[in-house]
């Protein structure tokens, strides 16, 4: 049984560019949530969604968006990156009966802007 | 709002050892309480969570962990560490309501040497 599936496992990009990351979830849950986790830090929220909807959103500027697919599938999409973006981008998923205490988290995307 | 402080940044322990890696919370609501391990290069991995009942939680790989609501503080343990346990550990929070986001502390790096 496959688990949350993120990609690229790498990404390096120019400041001012636009990026986007995939993420696939486990089989079964269909609520996603996304965190950034800079170097020597916490992972900290960035929005979730269910139901192709952002439900709830941290405390991240408008360049930071997101979709949900019909396949429960999610991106996260930053536009105008600046070189504090670098950082590992989580990807989170669960099902929608389980509750905060059900996620199980990808191995995550490391994006270097230069 | 809730915020977590884990009180070490880094704890370096002989094999075989035990060690304690210290966590406080703040909130003005009920909350659930996690230890989240990673690995180098990986994503996160559930220890344990504290949701309600026995303060006392035991976890895999021999972790446990107690809730002390007048302390608020949620200290994980091991009585006796191996090398495989050296990686960074995050303890989180959760306001106790659902669809709810986690909110991590900023980590401990446990250092296990022969």
């Known amino acids: 049984d496959a688990g949350v599936t993120q990609s690229p496992t790498h990404l390096i990009k120019t400041r001012g560019q636009q990026v986007t990351l995939r993420c696939s979830p486990k089989s079964g849950h269909d609520t996603v949530s996304w965190y950034q986790q800079a170097l020597g830090q916490g992972p900290q929220f960035i929005f979730q969604y269910y139901e192709e909807e952002e439900r709830q959103r941290g405390n991240f500027p408008d360049r930071f968006s997101g979709h949900q697919f019909p396949n429960y599938s999610s991106e996260l999409n930053v536009n105008a990156l600046l070189l504090g973006d670098s950082a590992l981008y989580l990807c989170?998923?669960?099902?929608?009966?389980?509750?905060?205490?059900?996620?199980?988290f990808g191995s995550g995307t490391r994006l270097t802007v230069v | 709002a809730q915020s977590v402080t884990q009180l070490d940044s880094q704890v370096p322990v002989f094999e075989e050892a035990p060690v304690e890696l210290r966590c406080n919370y703040s909130?003005?609501?009920?909350?659930?309480l996690f230890w989240y391990v990673q690995y180098p290069n990986q994503g996160l991995q559930l220890l344990l969570k504290y949701l309600s009942g026995s303060t006392l939680v035991k976890g895999i790989n021999g972790f446990e962990a107690e809730f002390n609501k007048s302390q608020t503080s949620f200290h994980l343990r091991k009585p006796s560490v191996h090398i495989s346990d050296t990686a960074e550990y995050f303890c989180a929070v959760s306001p106790n309501q659902a669809g709810t986001a986690l909110i991590f502390g900023k980590g401990t790096t446990l250092s296990v040497s022969s």
């Open positions: 989170a998923s669960r099902a929608s009966g389980q509750g905060v205490f059900g996620y199980t």
């Open positions: 909130s003005s609501v009920s909350v659930y």
